[in-house]
């Protein structure tokens, strides 16, 4: 065993330890899911910024800004700070205020629980989906600082990252998000010292400005801005992970203020592996795998302990995201579809329950990891499903009276149906037939899937929302303000 592997395995190791510790003190679902609301703001921000700042920052923003310059940081860390900033001004004050477990409590008590299980249906994908990337780039970094196989690499993240999560809740994910952000910034400013200082005393070419310009090509429709820019946007802003954080906060005043300064956190961190890309075909030219950049980076320029110090950033990184992850989609799944079949109140069952359904998704998230292809397609993927309908049915459920169950409905199956058939299309039928029209799809892709199914979602909710209205002969008003809450 190398220095390297050795050094990230004891990391992994400490996180286990830090997991059981705090396990012991883990007696309800409550304790499990949102820490007893107990986050000051700065624990929050720190647990909003390391689970954040993931896979997708680290290894496939660097290595689409290497591949593409600084167009390829639009989604992230651009995209991802902005959407940061969106929680704080309009969601996690009226979220908090409702005293919600999760985000699809609010479906159930605007609308129904019908809806409630059709949103968690919607939203367990895109978690599972992001900690299936965040396993894959685990895996990847265990690959490059070893002689493992991807897939070997892959299954270790996954027994380690699933073990971690199961056994600790939201405080664990928090006092060691502390910790892992910690070590982050001090990997990547350490690795951004280094490699400036080498680069400005080295014989290395210029960076070419068409690097720099930050929307791209001058022929790029605004349209495919538009959709780049949406997908991080409108698809992350009320992911459960982001969400669960700021009903965990111990004021609605620490949830906005947290999100603020974790956004610039972000935002500041996040440019490092921005600019380590940029230079990266100056440094590092044709590389194979611009995923691999990053670590290819930190061997080339650290010595062995420095690049387990490195190792251990990047580690820290993808940990507090899947721990996360794993625990949204485990959240909801227990206790909005098990929990209200079982109709338990014995907080030892409930928490068993929680418990069981965040190693069942590890167990899927590992599957999808081993064939899910590049870390960024499954952010961009876990981002888009099935969101657009969600966000429109949160915004009006959330700040209006307008449109019921119906209107809920159509706008959540509208909005991941025209988003699927808009990616994939349909496919020819029968299956696999060589015949000369019937292989043809039925219906191609289309160019922008997702504004498409926003759009789309958006409609649905707005005339059934005025179907509804008419049929019950009443205008729809917005909600009457609640008293202010005093904010600390």
Not at 107 to 131: C, H
Not at 151 to 178: E, N
Not at 221 to 238: D, H, K, R, T, Y
């Amino acid at each position: 065993m190398n220095l390297v592997l050795a050094g990230i395995l004891l990391y992994v190791l400490a996180q286990l330890a830090i997991g059981l510790f705090v396990a012991r003190r883990t007696h309800s679902e409550s304790d499990y899911l949102l820490a007893g609301r107990s986050f000051g703001p700065g624990v929050l921000t720190m647990t909003l910024f390391a689970t954040w700042f993931g896979a997708e920052t680290c290894l496939g923003s660097s290595g689409e800004v290497y591949s593409q310059g600084l167009v390829g940081a639009r989604l992230d860390p651009f995209g991802y700070t902005t959407c940061l900033v969106m929680m704080g001004l309009f969601f996690a004050v009226p979220l908090w205020k409702r005293g919600f477990t999760t985000l699809a409590d609010l479906f159930r008590e605007r609308f129904s629980t019908g809806v409630e299980r059709l949103g968690v249906i919607l939203l367990v994908p895109t978690s599972v989906i992001w900690a299936g990337a965040q396993i894959l780039a685990f895996g990847h970094v265990l690959s490059a600082s070893s002689e493992l196989s991807l897939s070997v690499a892959i299954f270790l993240s996954a027994a380690a990252v699933i073990l971690y999560t199961t056994m600790g809740g939201l405080r664990a994910d928090a006092i060691t998000d502390v910790l892992q952000g910690g070590v982050l910034i001090g990997g990547l400013l350490l690795l951004l010292g280094i490699v400036i200082y080498g680069y400005s005393g080295g014989d290395y070419p210029p960076v070419d400005p068409v690097r720099l310009k930050p929307f791209g090509a001058e022929e790029e429709a605004p349209l495919a801005q538009m959709e780049a820019w949406c997908i991080p946007l409108i698809g992350s802003v009320l992911s459960q992970e982001l969400v669960a954080r700021a009903l965990a906060a111990r004021s609605a005043g620490v949830a906005r203020a947290a999100c603020f300064s974790s956004a610039g956190l972000y935002l500041a961190v996040g440019m490092i592996p921005v600019t380590l890309g940029i230079l990266g075909p100056s440094l590092m030219p044709n590389l194979e795998n611009p995923e691999h950049f990053l670590p290819a980076l930190a061997q080339a320029h650290l010595n062995k302990f420095l690049y387990v110090l490195f190792a251990g950033a990047l580690v820290s990184a993808i940990l507090s995201t899947v721990d996360s992850a794993l625990l949204a989609a485990g959240s909801l799944f227990s206790h909005n579809l098990l929990l209200p079949i079982l109709k338990t109140r014995d907080e030892r069952i409930k928490l068993r329950v929680s418990r069981i359904s965040v190693f069942a998704f590890g167990i899927v998230a590992y599957l999808l990891a081993l064939h899910g292809g590049r870390v960024r397609d499954l952010v961009e993927e876990a981002s888009a499903f099935g969101s657009t309908g969600v966000f429109v049915v949160v915004v009006f459920g959330l700040f209006t009276r307008y449109g019921g169950l119906l209107a809920a409905y159509s706008s959540l199956l509208v909005g991941v149906t025209v988003y699927v058939l808009g990616c994939y299309g349909i496919p020819p039928f029968p299956l696999g037939s060589d015949s000369e029209g019937a292989s043809a799809r039925l219906l191609e892709p289309i160019e922008y899937p997702y504004l498409f199914s926003l759009a789309s979602a958006l409609v649905a909710y707005v005339a059934v929302g005025a179907l509804e209205a008419a049929l019950v002969r009443n205008r729809p008003i917005l909600m009457e303000p609640r008293p202010a809450e005093e904010e600390t």
